[in-house]
């Protein structure tokens, strides 16, 4: 398996950051080049479906990468400040594995926390060709947090 993590700290509440980290049509505010669909009749909780696809259209043509996801873990923040935690089933075909986002309370504000687990189309034997793609990865990962996180200090403005 392969390994991203990227975490930001927010000037939002904890209960804000986790609204729109599980907002998944949202997602396309703060992932660059992402269209988020939910496929549930439900939005929120275990067992949504989301389709997510990062990449480039070119009239029919689309270039990059498709993402379904299924919701397989699902802890929301607590008044008392306990974490909040969503936990991601990645069924491919772009790759398969395990995604979780954690919303932490701090003084201030939040810390969302991203940690990716996966396998690439080929699974464990085009594992190491991938290998060198991880700081790239990672970057944009931490770029979208970032984002993530001026959009919600916008939106305290």
């Given at each position: 398996?392969?390994?991203?993590?990227?975490?930001?700290?927010?000037?939002?509440?904890?209960?804000?950051?986790?609204?729109a980290v599980i907002d998944w049509p949202g997602q396309a505010r703060w992932i660059p080049l992402t269209m988020v669909r939910v496929r549930t009749g439900h939005a929120t909780g275990l067992g949504v479906r989301v389709e997510a696809f990062s990449g480039l259209r070119v009239?029919?043509?689309?270039?990059?990468?498709?993402?379904?996801?299924?919701?397989?873990?699902?802890?929301?923040?607590?008044?008392?400040?306990?974490?909040?935690?969503?936990?991601?089933?990645?069924?491919?075909?772009?790759?398969?594995?395990?995604?979780?986002?954690?919303?932490?309370?701090?003084?201030?504000?939040?810390?969302?926390?991203?940690?990716?687990?996966?396998?690439?189309?080929?699974?464990?034997?085009?594992?190491?060709?991938?290998?060198?793609?991880?700081?790239?990865?990672?970057?944009?990962?931490?770029?979208?947090?970032?984002?993530?996180?001026?959009?919600?200090?916008?939106?305290?403005?």
């Amino acid at each position: 398996m392969l390994l991203v993590t990227a975490s930001v700290r927010a000037d939002a509440t904890a209960a804000a950051a986790w609204r729109a980290v599980i907002d998944w049509p949202g997602q396309a505010r703060w992932i660059p080049l992402t269209m988020v669909r939910v496929r549930t009749g439900h939005a929120t909780g275990l067992g949504v479906r989301v389709e997510a696809f990062s990449g480039l259209r070119v009239g029919p043509l689309r270039f990059g990468l498709l993402d379904r996801f299924v919701v397989a873990g699902w802890r929301e923040p607590d008044a008392d400040g306990g974490p909040g935690e969503v936990e991601v089933l990645h069924l491919g075909p772009g790759f398969t594995g395990v995604g979780t986002i954690q919303v932490l309370s701090v003084p201030g504000g939040s810390i969302i926390a991203v940690t990716e687990s996966f396998l690439p189309p080929g699974g464990a034997v085009v594992a190491p060709l991938v290998r060198p793609l991880l700081p790239l990865l990672r970057a944009g990962l931490s770029f979208s947090l970032r984002r993530l996180a001026r959009l919600l200090s916008r939106e305290l403005a």
